[in-house]
Every structure is written in C-alpha cells, then in structure tokens.
C-alpha cells in the first residue's frame, strides 16, 4: 500500500517540535510516516541500541499473532487504543482476511497517526478511527467510531499494546482496565505488551532502562513496569480476573511464537493476554 508523506496541517496541532513516540515506531517499523525530528530521535535511539528496531518488530508480530487467536476464538470486534498508524499488517485486514464482517475501532491521540488511518481506512468497511485519549475511558466507549461500529453485548478484544507505559499513573491504569475489560459481552479478551527491566537478560534490561531515559525528553515519556505490578493492575482486580492464555506472562517474542518471527525472548516486554472472568 502507498500512502504519501504526512503533511503537517495546522488544524491537526501537530507538535514537530518533539519527536512523537507513534511516529518514532512508524520509522522503526520502516515507515513513511514521520518527520525529521522523529527520525533523528529514531537514529540516536539506533545508535545507542541497535537492536531496537527488532524489538518494534517483535512487538508488531507479537500483536498480529495474538489477534488470530483471538479470531479463531470466535471473536469478530476488536477495540484498538492507541493504534498507531495501521500499515504494517493492520488489524483491520488480519481480522478480514478472517471474516470480512469483522469489526475493528482504532483509537489513537496523535494526530499524525489518525489523519493516516482515516486516509487508510477510507472505503474499507468495518473498520473506523476514533482521536481520542485512551485514559478517558467514558469518552472512547463513547464516541460514534466505537459505539457506532462495536456491540456491547458481544465479546471484544480490547488491545493495548505498546502503550501502556505512556499511562504513567499505576491507579488510573488499573480503574482504566477495569472500565474496558468490562465494557463488552462475556468472553471478552485483553491484549497488552507492555515494557519491563524484570527480565532474565541483562542486556534486554539494560536496554529498555535506557529507552525510557531516552523517551523523557519525548512527547511521551514512557515508563516500564515490572511482571508483579502488571499483574496486580490488569489481570488480578477485585471485580474480575484475566484468565491468561498459554504461555502467561511472558516475553512477547515468546508469546507462541512462530517460525521466521523476530524475536526470541529479547523483547523486553510482557505480553498479556486473557480472557476476562468476572468475579461472583
Ligand atoms: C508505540 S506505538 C504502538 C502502536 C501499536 N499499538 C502497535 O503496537 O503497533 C504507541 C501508540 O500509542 C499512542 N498513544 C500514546 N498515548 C496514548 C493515549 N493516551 N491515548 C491514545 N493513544 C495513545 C501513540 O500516539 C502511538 O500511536
């Protein structure tokens, strides 16, 4: 698919002045939509970490794989906050190249990534963007593009992934899960990847450490949590409870991985993955 370079509009209060962490992973994932100040950003991140671009890379496989089996699960609504710029492998044509009656809502608050997936998305149906920030739970579940195009009353897998260290307050995160973890039908699922130095390698540890240094001179700086807190904030909560899916929690490069896929094991980040269970 060709999509032409983003031209900045006024009207869309695009910040060039920062590099933007959705337009970062755009250029690491080999993409055309970012701005110079982003890939001198992406560069120095290359340089001090060469193998970042893999763990970009192992991420997105990662989200492609754990939305199939979400699919063949029987799900067919998908809810994604903080989608980024939908190319490489979007939700959208994974879920229909699985049923064309699938339904997926972007969520995304840069506005560079939704001016591209409106573009994107134009004349595809079942899929809408929403330019909302995730952390007002009220206003995405809310807003025509989610519950214009999602039915609550059948199951959606709500996914995160590669932004929940941009919610820095670990309260808001864990109230925020539970509004969306419970907004749908039963048999709702969670996916989430989410960055952590609790890891085995040192390097690994090393390297996200020193990406959230990095990211905090950003328009977001991000924050990595260790597995017990994420545990705490998104699969055990006191009105329900993730059932997580084989493997656990593990890294997202060892989430059932696949032959040919970055990966193994140096992500550095956790991936969860569940079925929601209230508790009676
Ligand atoms: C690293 S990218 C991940 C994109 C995609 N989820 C993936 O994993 O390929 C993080 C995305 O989250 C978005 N984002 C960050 N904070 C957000 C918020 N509070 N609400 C909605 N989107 C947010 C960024 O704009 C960016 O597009």
Redesign the pocket.
């Known amino acids: 698919m060709t999509v032409p370079e983003p031209l900045p509009d006024p009207a869309d209060e695009i910040d060039l002045t920062l590099p933007?962490?959705?337009?970062?992973?755009?250029y690491m994932?080999g993409g055309a939509h970012n701005f110079a100040t982003d890939r001198e950003f992406a560069e120095r991140v290359l340089a001090a970490l060469p193998d970042t671009r893999e763990l970009?890379l192992a991420?997105?496989a990662?989200?492609g794989r754990a939305v199939r089996v979400c699919l063949d699960r029987g799900l067919r609504q998908f809810l994604?906050?903080?989608?980024?710029?939908?190319t490489?492998e979007p939700v959208h044509e994974i879920a229909h190249r699985a049923d064309p009656a699938a339904r997926v809502a972007y969520?995304?608050?840069?506005p560079v990534?939704v001016a591209m997936s409106r573009q994107i998305l134009t004349g595809v149906d079942g899929a809408s963007i929403t330019a909302?920030?995730?952390?007002d739970a009220e206003a995405?579940l809310a807003a025509p593009g989610v519950a214009g195009l999602l039915d609550p009353a059948e199951p959606v897998a709500v996914?995160?992934?590669?932004?929940l260290h941009?919610?820095r307050d670990d309260d808001l995160l864990g109230v925020l899960f539970d509004r969306y973890a419970t907004a749908f039908g039963p048999g709702s699922m969670l996916v989430v990847?989410h960055g952590s130095t609790d890891v085995d390698d040192p390097h690994t540890a090393e390297r996200m450490r020193t990406i959230e240094r990095l990211t905090r001179d950003t328009a977001?700086p991000a924050r990595s949590r260790d597995r017990a807190l994420l545990r705490r904030l998104l699969v055990d909560r006191p009105g329900h409870r993730l059932e997580l899916l084989e493997p656990g929690l593990v890294d997202v490069s060892d989430w059932r991985a696949e032959d040919g896929q970055p990966g193994a094991g140096r992500a550095g980040m956790y991936a969860v993955v569940g079925e929601v269970v209230p508790r009676r």
């Open positions: 933007n962490p959705a337009r970062v992973y755009d994932l970009a991420n997105r990662f989200l994604d906050l903080g989608s980024g710029i939908p490489a969520v995304d608050v840069e990534s909302a920030d995730l952390t995405v996914l995160a992934v590669s932004v941009f919610v990847s977001q």
